[in-house]
């Protein structure tokens, strides 16, 4: 789950934000992540003004991408993407090692306004979840339905086809009036059964497959120590995932002191975007000539704003204009 063992953290009370925390159940053979974040994602929602539907949703996904990249190494990248016929049509979260963070979402306004409260946003497509770790690893993705399912079940899904690991997923996302602001908060915990032996990894779960008709299948437990885990996990709340006066260490504690729980030392979140002029000025240098003079506003100008910052750029198209020689 990480890439070294991490130091041990003595117990707080003080709360955190922007920040994921390795932990350790060792009576039960289970290692996790826990995410608390504040101003990251509250710059990352606030810069689009999503309404407070689409908010929470990419909320959830900026959670879930930072408690799986997390766990790589510095010079690493993890991209959450999902793409589906729903109300939200395309999420992108990006997670730059060891803690860069940044996300948008595209939707349909009018689908929104029309929608029941309470509607599904993400409808029948994908979830991919893409893993470059340096240039000597090669690059990997893995790839699960969207039915109508929330991002947790999707995640849980993931990890049974591609990771094969059993791994408990719980999100939350809030949002909190501070005099006339609003300020949005997320979290997110991960728990993963890592015993010594894989033979403790099977799960009940598994579809058995085609079978001869008469064949008796071999009934499948789950293991006694990953079926404790996940009913402690399961009693958190969602105001204990985003709550900011409670200290990540307390919350770990309320959840698994009756086997003991190891933190470790936290890793830092923040948001943060790849956009630079530079980068964009290569981009439009890979653009046709025509291309680019099609892009050319009213004020002369070639004006370019980032999606996922929401930064606007100008630039001038005499920088770009292709020589006669």
């Given at each position: ?8 953290r ?10 994921a925390?390795p ?11 826990l ?11 606030t ?10 949703l ?15 190494k ?23 090692a060891?803690?860069?963070?940044r ?9 929104l306004?029309?929608?029941m409260p ?6 029948r497509g994908?979830l ?10 090669a690059?990997?993705?893995g ?14 899904q993931?990890f049974?086809?591609?990771?094969q ?8 996302v809030?949002?909190?009036?501070t005099g006339?602001?609003?300020?949005w ?6 728990l ?15 579809a ?6 008469g064949?008796?299948?071999p ?9 404790e885990a996940k009913?402690l ?8 995932l985003?709550?900011p ?9 309320r ?8 933190v470790?030392?936290?890793q ?5 975007c790849r956009c630079?002029?530079?980068r ?22 070639i ?7 929401s930064?606007y750029r100008e ?7 292709e020589?006669?020689?």
């Open positions: 789950m990480s890439k070294s063992e991490p130091s041990l003595a117990v707080s009370d003080q709360a955190y934000d922007d920040i925390l932990f350790a159940i060792e009576a039960l053979d289970v290692r996790g992540r995410v608390r974040l504040g101003p990251a994602i509250d710059e990352i929602l810069r689009h003004a999503y309404p407070p539907a689409i908010a929470r990419v909320g959830e996904a900026a959670a879930l991408t930072a408690l799986l990249g997390a766990a790589l510095s010079e690493g990248r993890l991209q959450l993407q999902t793409r589906s016929d729903g109300i939200v049509d395309m999420i992108v979260v990006d997670f730059d060891p803690d860069r963070l996300a948008f979402a595209r939707f349909d306004e009018a689908k306004v029309a929608a309470g509607a599904e946003l993400l409808g994908h991919a979840l893409t893993i470059e770790q340096g240039s000597d690893v690059r990997y993705q790839v699960v339905a969207l039915e109508g399912q929330g991002l947790e079940e999707a995640a849980h993931y049974r086809q591609s990771e690991i059993p791994t408990f997923v719980r999100l939350a809030a949002e909190s009036l006339a602001a609003t300020n908060r997320a979290g997110g915990l991960l993963q059964f890592l015993p010594a032996s894989i033979e403790r990894q099977r799960r009940a779960d598994l058995p497959g085609d079978v001869p008709e064949a008796i299948v009934e499948i437990l789950e293991d006694d120590a990953w079926a009913a996990a399961a009693t958190v709340e969602d105001h204990e985003v709550d006066s409670l200290s990540s260490e307390r919350l770990l504690y959840l698994f002191h009756e086997r003991g729980v190891t470790f030392a936290p830092s979140l923040r948001a943060a630079s002029d530079e964009i000025a290569t981009m439009l240098r890979n653009f046709t000539q025509q291309e680019r003079d099609d892009m050319v506003g009213d004020n002369g100008k004006g370019v704003t980032c999606e996922f910052c930064t630039f001038d198209p005499a920088d770009f204009k020589s006669d020689a």
